[in-house]
């Protein structure tokens, strides 16, 4: 749970969010995830034992319907509402910063990964290139004393680096940097955390480096 939410305020944000109508905890869930432009979704496991206590204190109430409850404000809900304005005001308040502060880092993680992701590729293809000018160096067509060559000089067989291999890398980069992002947006990430995520893409240039020369 993002720490915005400590010592019980998401439970004071699920009133705030009830008291705009009717809502079930699966939409409970996306409208948090949206206020923080998908960069923190709570639980299932987080949100429904909040809701089942705001019940037990009478603060909400639910109806069931096809096997799943709809959560609705009481009167006294609205009541601990109006009585915690100062409070509630404060937090979302503090919900703003939170959302600026994750989307900075999610943009330093990108970039980091945008990097990483380009530096591995001019790599790998720098190293291509610098392949297929030793291989052709290296062979020298037949010579023939007259008449024409039974077959047009080229390089031998193999030369070419296989286009599905490179095809195959560049796929395989998107995947990388799509899971990133998702990370990124799953959960908050602290300064040592994202310290710790650039020296692995760092390590993982490094390898591709010595891979590759």
Do not use: C
């Not at 069931?64 to 409850?69: F, I, P, S």
């Amino acid at each position: 749970m993002t720490a915005v939410f400590s010592h019980g305020r998401l439970r004071l944000y699920l009133l705030r969010l009830l008291d705009d109508g009717p809502k079930h905890g699966y939409e409970l869930i996306r409208l948090l995830e949206d206020r923080f432009l998908g960069l923190y979704a709570p639980s299932a496991g987080t949100i429904y034992p909040r809701l089942q206590r705001l019940e037990a204190e009478g603060l909400v109430t639910h109806t069931a319907a096809g096997g799943r409850k709809t959560y609705e404000i009481t009167d006294a809900g609205r009541a601990e509402l109006r009585q915690r304005a100062d409070e509630l005001a404060a937090l979302e308040s503090d919900i703003a910063a939170s959302v600026e502060d994750l989307s900075a880092l999610a943009g330093e993680i990108r970039n980091e990964v945008r990097g990483s992701v380009r530096d591995l590729k001019r790599e790998l293809r720098e190293a291509t290139r610098q392949t297929r000018q030793e291989r052709r160096a290296r062979w020298e067509p037949p010579s023939f004393t007259s008449g024409p060559p039974p077959f047009p000089p080229g390089p031998p067989r193999g030369a070419e680096p296989a286009p599905a291999a490179l095809a195959e890398f560049d796929k395989r980069l998107a995947e990388f940097t799509a899971e990133v992002g998702r990370l990124v947006r799953a959960r908050r990430f602290t300064d040592s955390q994202l310290g710790t995520a650039i020296r692995l893409l760092d390590g993982a240039l490094d390898g591709l480096r010595r891979l590759l020369r």
